[in-house]
């Protein structure tokens, strides 16, 4: 898999978008991007994922630049509860998927009231 | 709908006994992972199971073993626990025909293991 580079932390106004940014330079043709975050001590939350093409879900926007050695994934409104270490992963989808994730050091972010 | 299940919650034991932790994946999900999560560091993937198969294996230690059962509900083995392996215990399933879907995960609540 890919190496990914986040910045360790960012903090974000409550109700402003939350912009998080991920560089995946190595990435291969046939590697998507996946974003999982997790708020303190509970269970990695599956956010969304691409593989080129830009996409949105109910949580959140994925925007992968055009030669997809980077992405940004986007809270558009943030709240408190939006608080959390967010990982971004580069996996390959071989039809298998049953290979563990691995999970870096992602970026840990905080909504400020 | 229905998540992943974990039992149990919180697990307290000695240096030297052995714990079971166990695992209920979503209905229809055929891969269940275990990840292990020690105090401030990210969770360490251990062993995955497809089809009650061993699918893939990461840092689990030697006095580690685990199982997927027929009912695909899957259970963590752990011997001869130290100090170290105080930690969350994570359980995460995934429908492996599933597309890049494939490695969309559901992780359970986790299981707090801590050893005295």
């Known amino acids: 898999d890919a190496k990914t580079t986040q910045p360790p932390s960012m903090d974000c106004a409550e109700g402003r978008a939350a912009n998080l940014p991920c560089n995946h330079s190595t990435i291969s043709g046939n590697e998507y991007v996946y974003w999982y975050r997790q708020i303190h001590s509970q269970g990695p939350q599956y956010i969304i994922h691409?593989?080129?093409n830009n996409e949105t879900n109910e949580m959140a926007s994925l925007i992968i630049t055009e030669d997809r050695k980077s992405s940004t994934l986007i809270l558009p409104h943030a709240t408190l509860r939006d608080t959390a270490v967010y990982y971004c992963i580069v996996r390959v989808y071989s039809g298998g998927g049953a290979d563990g994730l691995t999970f870096g050091k992602g970026t840990h972010l905080i909504i400020q009231p | 709908a229905a998540g992943v299940i974990q039992s149990p919650r919180h697990l307290i034991k000695e240096k030297r006994e052995t714990a079971t932790l166990k695992c209920y994946p979503i209905p229809r999900h055929d891969t269940v992972y275990w990840y292990q999560q020690g105090p401030g560091q990210d969770p360490q993937f251990l062993i995955s199971?497809?089809?009650?198969?061993?699918?893939d294996k990461g840092s689990i230690p030697d006095r580690f073993s685990a199982q997927q059962f027929s009912d695909y509900h899957s259970e963590l083995n752990m011997s001869s626990l130290e100090l170290g392996d105080s930690a969350l215990y994570f359980c995460?399933?995934?429908?492996?025909?599933?597309?890049?879907?494939?490695?969309?995960?559901?992780f359970g609540a986790g299981s707090r293991l801590t050893v005295l």
């Open positions: 691409g593989l080129k």
């Open positions: 995460a399933s995934s429908l492996r025909t599933g597309g890049s879907g494939a490695n969309v995960l559901t």
């Open positions: 199971f497809y089809e009650k198969m061993q699918s």
